[in-house]
């Protein structure tokens, strides 16, 4: 071992020890989301407030990357190792690239979980899905089909080629295409979570199948952005955009009708139940398969055999609602 | 005069454009509709209007990375005035989109002007400022549809003779900047600055107030785009317009504007984004896997630069305009 990695190797241990002794009566969980300033990780953020407010002895560092990279991430983490948190609870922009800075804050103590966008089992405890994969990849089809009584053309509008959740939601749509006779899914395409990428591929949308029915953008820049393309076509009524949105953000869509009804699990709720979770293994229960954790007023979490877990179902909000949840997030 | 018209940049490049569109049309019949076209030129209104203020800039020698970040900033200020004062006339927030454009504009200008840094490096950092100074002001919430008054929404799709306002802001800005740059002593100040610096000096001209003022118009542009691209897409928020500098950039590249400075026109910039617009409208409609999208996207620029790079190396460069048009 040369010197200069003997003296860092000190210098990092001490820098270890003294944020344990630091947090010592306080349990500090780090938050880490995709990117600052995205509208659901704001409201996942206030749920862990409330987690943290409830259990008293926590303080919650909300932080991640100005945009949505891995590397960003990555810097993020070692940050977070340096100060010492007791538990990190990460929503990861790539699967495997974070993986191993994930692992080396585990091997320093640190409980690590992922919730919403996961890490590989390597890189984690543990993994809070929103909802199930099945559940959310059978609600955005439901939705659509739902205002189509007489069946007729469906496209899908994702985030990027490469986007982890989007693809799989899609995969477990195209599985329960059968249970929906009449609906057809003619083409999916990526707006890679651009304002103006996304609005373009709906028009192209809209010009290349003249009888489509309904937009499925189960990413929130996506459906917000399709029902703008769709309202300027002067479409409303004739097509229907429908996916995964926030209320706040759907809000306009929903009352020019242009989406009569979207999907989302409360990010409120998960950000409350990823801090509930980390609180509980950072205290000491085992995250193995077939453990169950507490979430706290959620419940409880049951791992897999890939210690993964489900929140709860995707809920549904169109007219009767959007009023009440558009102030909350 | 055809004949040296049919060599220039201008036509080389409305030739490119016009078999490109041809060859989506082989594909995809309905993008020729006129209606179409018509569509791709308002959809590539914000591009243009920022490849005009960018081309300036880079005329000077220098280039204005923070443009997007510009645009993003004034267009969530814009949106907040929005919310705080819905009754306020639209006059006023072009006028002040305008402004707060000049005036991060001119930020990058005195950087570059009083304290000599290198543009590239004073637009890297007030890109990264731009965009933390969104995420203070709007604590990182986004301004949605709901939030903005109809009229401020209305305006970039309001038909005025046929055409979209937007169309119309993109049209304003390409005949006064046509004006500007061949009419005026600034204008042509822009082209000698770049040119010949050394030169320049001799002849009276300060370099670095020239590239101040470059960077004020271009500035100004993105303000104004910043406005309108909020209102077009009825939403702000930190990330809006993420990575569209390298569009501008590309835009200006493609249509004959020399990074080495002092060679460019407004007709290049112009058609340059109108390249690229094309290329991204069609892209969606002709089915093609979004891995390849990217990478034609990337070739066409490539292929672009070469051919200019070519282009640029056989000529000499024109000392006396009268004894070239006569030999």
Same mark, same amino acid.
């Given at each position: 071992m040369s010197v200069i990695k003997k003296v860092l190797t000190t210098v990092a241990i001490g820098a270890a020890l003294m944020g344990t002794s630091a947090s010592a009566d306080t349990t500090r969980i780090a938050l880490v989301v995709k990117a600052l300033g995205i509208g659901f990780f704001e409201a996942a953020n206030k749920g862990a407030q409330e987690a943290a407010k409830e259990l008293g002895d926590v303080e919650i560092i909300y932080t991640g990357p100005t945009d949505t990279t891995a590397e960003g991430q990555i810097e993020v983490i070692n940050s977070l190792i340096a100060q010492g948190v007791d538990a990190i609870a990460i929503s990861a922009n790539d699967p495997d690239a974070v993986a191993p800075a994930l692992?080396?804050?585990?091997?320093?103590?640190?409980?690590?979980?992922?919730?919403?966008s996961g890490v590989a089992?390597?890189?984690?405890?543990?993994?809070?899905?929103?909802?199930?994969?099945?559940?959310?990849?059978?609600?955005?089809?439901?939705?659509?089909?739902?205002?189509?009584?007489?069946?007729?053309?469906? !496209? &899908?509008? =994702?985030?990027?080629?490469? +986007?982890?959740?989007?693809?799989?939601? $899609? #995969?477990?749509?195209?599985?329960?295409?059968?249970?929906?006779?009449?609906?057809?899914?003619?083409?999916?395409v990526y707006g890679d979570d651009l304002a103006d990428k996304s609005y373009r591929e709906a028009q192209g949308l809209m010009a290349t199948y003249p009888d489509l029915k309904a937009i499925i953008a189960p990413t929130t820049v996506g459906i917000l952005a399709a029902s703008q393309a769709v309202t300027d076509a002067g479409k409303i009524g004739q097509i229907n955009v429908t996916g995964l949105g926030l209320p706040s953000e759907m809000a306009? !869509? &929903?009352? =020019?009708?242009?989406?009569? +009804?979207?999907?989302?699990?409360?990010? $409120? #709720?998960?950000?409350?139940?990823?801090?509930?979770?980390?609180?509980?293994?950072?205290?000491?229960?085992?995250?193995?398969?077939?453990?169950?954790?507490?979430m706290g007023r959620m419940g409880e979490a049951t791992l897999d055999e890939n210690n993964e877990a489900a929140m709860s179902d995707p809920f549904t909000y169109d007219k009767s609602n959007i009023e009440e949840f558009k102030s909350v997030f | 005069m055809i004949r040296r018209f049919l060599r220039s940049r201008e036509a080389v490049l409305s030739g490119a454009i016009l078999l490109l569109i041809a060859l989506i049309a082989l594909r995809f019949p309905a993008f020729v509709a006129p209606q179409n076209l018509a569509n791709v030129f308002n959809d590539t209104s914000p591009l243009m209007i920022l490849a005009i203020g960018q081309m300036i800039v880079i005329l000077t020698k220098c280039i204005d990375l923070s443009v997007a970040a510009n645009l993003a900033l004034t267009g969530m200020v814009v949106s907040l005035l929005n919310i705080a004062a819905p009754d306020l006339p639209l006059v006023f927030t072009?006028?002040?989109?305008?402004?707060?454009?000049?005036?991060?504009?001119?930020?990058?200008?005195?950087?570059?002007?009083?304290?000599?840094?290198?543009?590239?490096?004073?637009?890297?950092?007030?890109?990264?400022?731009?965009?933390?100074?969104?995420?203070?002001?709007?604590?990182?919430?986004?301004?949605?549809?709901?939030?903005?008054?109809?009229?401020?929404?209305?305006?970039?799709?309001?038909?005025?003779?046929?055409?979209?306002?937007?169309?119309?802001?993109?049209?304003?800005?390409?005949?006064?900047?046509?004006?500007?740059?061949?009419?005026?002593?600034?204008?042509?100040?822009?082209?000698?600055?770049?040119?010949?610096?050394?030169a320049a000096v001799y002849t009276g001209l300060n370099v670095g107030r020239t590239q101040f003022w470059a960077f004020t118009i271009s500035g100004a542009l993105a303000g104004l785009t910043g406005y309108l691209w909020v209102s077009r897409y009825a939403v702000a928020y930190v990330d809006i317009a993420g990575g569209f500098e390298l569009d501008v950039v590309a835009a200006c590249v493609i249509g004959g504007i020399s990074i080495a400075g002092g060679i460019g026109s407004v007709g290049g910039a112009v058609l340059g984004a109108l390249f690229l617009g094309v290329i991204k409208n069609a892209l969606p409609v002709i089915n093609i896997s979004p891995f390849w999208q990217l990478a034609i996207s990337g070739a066409a620029i490539i292929i672009a630069v070469a051919l200019n790079s070519r282009a640029n190396k056989t000529r000499g460069r024109i000392i006396l305009k009268r004894k070239e048009a006569e030999a």
């Open positions: 692992k080396k804050a585990m091997d320093r103590g640190i409980t690590v979980i992922s919730w919403d089992k390597e890189g984690r405890q543990m993994h809070l899905n929103p909802s199930s994969a099945p559940l959310i990849g059978n609600t955005i089809i439901k939705l659509a089909a739902d205002h189509m009584p007489d069946g007729g053309d469906v !496209a &899908v509008l =994702s985030a990027t080629a490469t +986007s982890t959740n989007q693809n799989i939601w $899609i #995969d477990e749509m195209k599985k329960v295409m059968g249970n929906y006779p009449g609906v057809n899914l003619v083409a999916t306009g !869509a &929903v009352e =020019s009708g242009a989406t009569i +009804s979207f999907a989302i699990w409360n990010p $409120i #709720d998960l950000g409350y139940a990823a801090t509930m979770l980390s609180y509980n293994i950072a205290k000491g229960a085992t995250a193995e398969p077939g453990a169950k954790i507490g | 072009v006028l002040l989109a305008l402004s707060l454009g000049a005036l991060l504009g001119m930020v990058n200008g005195v950087l570059v002007w009083k304290l000599n840094i290198p543009p590239i490096v004073v637009t890297l950092g007030t890109m990264t400022i731009y965009r933390g100074i969104i995420f203070l002001i709007s604590e990182g919430k986004w301004v949605n549809a709901h939030e903005m008054s109809p009229a401020f929404k209305a305006l970039p799709r309001q038909i005025f003779l046929g055409f979209p306002m937007l169309s119309w802001f993109a049209l304003v800005v390409i005949v006064i900047a046509v004006v500007v740059m061949n009419r005026t002593t600034l204008g042509r100040a822009f082209f000698a600055v770049g040119g010949n610096p050394h």
